[in-house]
């Protein structure tokens, strides 16, 4: 089957640097993506790693370990508007079906 | 770029009644997708179109759902005989191209209420 692990919530204050973690068991991988929805919108297109390593945009950075099965949302500078959900989602083939997370509630307090 | 526009927003509708959903996506992007979501999860994958030809469909999807993509632009998704699971957000997404590195884009989805 086919399972994605990231945590249900997360809290920091404004400023500060927030990491949240994603882990993942599944059949197929192409590469990982993570996506940002606020609430009673959309989800968005945040970022993508097909390789391993640290991919930066802005104040948004993403991590890929392919071996650990593992990957990483790295948010900067944290303002209020960042307070959202973050979902990671696995590509299972290239631009075909993707698989995501429950996602990461993320609140940015004062 | 106009974005991925749903119809309708909201749909509320008795069980067993069938209801059908539109999406257009964005004129450039040939690939369409229809996700589910529901509160506290992340959107689940139903299927998929390259232009008008249906690439997968999702084997947890039952036979009382369908989808089509007539002439490769608007799709719609008809739910058939609808039961109180199938309350959820329907998303409609699409891509800019042929990889992976270009990721959705969203509409605002269409939630459906079966009381």
């Known amino acids: 089957g086919q399972s994605l692990e990231q945590p249900s919530e997360v809290t920091a204050v404004e400023g500060a640097i927030v990491q949240i973690n994603c882990t993942y068991q599944?059949?197929?991988?192409?590469?990982l993506s993570w996506y940002q929805q606020h609430d009673g919108g959309a989800p968005t297109f945040l970022s993508y790693n097909a390789l391993d390593g640290l991919e930066e945009t802005g104040r948004f950075s993403s991590f890929l370990s392919r071996s650990d099965s593992y990957g990483y949302l790295l948010l900067q500078e944290l303002q209020m508007k960042d307070s959202a959900s973050y979902f990671c989602a696995v590509e299972m083939t290239n631009a075909g079906k993707s698989t995501f997370g429950d996602g990461t509630t993320l609140t940015v307090k004062p | 770029d106009t974005g991925v526009s749903q119809d309708p927003r909201h749909k509320i509708t008795k069980r067993g009644q069938n209801v059908t959903f539109r999406c257009d996506p964005i004129?450039?992007?040939?690939?369409l997708y229809w996700y589910r979501q529901t509160l506290g999860q992340g959107p689940e994958f139903l299927t998929y179109f390259q232009n008008e030809a249906q690439l997968e469909k999702s084997r947890l999807l039952s036979d009382r759902f369908s989808a089509e993509r007539p002439k490769g632009s608007f799709s719609t998704l008809e739910i058939q005989r609808t039961e109180q699971g199938d309350s959820a957000m329907y998303l409609c997404?699409?891509?800019?191209?042929?990889?992976?590195?270009?990721?959705?884009?969203f509409g605002s989805g269409t939630r459906l209420t079966v009381v």
């Open positions: 599944t059949s197929g991988f192409y590469g």
């Open positions: 997404a699409s891509r800019r191209g042929m990889g992976a590195n270009y990721g959705y884009t």
């Open positions: 004129s450039e992007h040939n690939r």
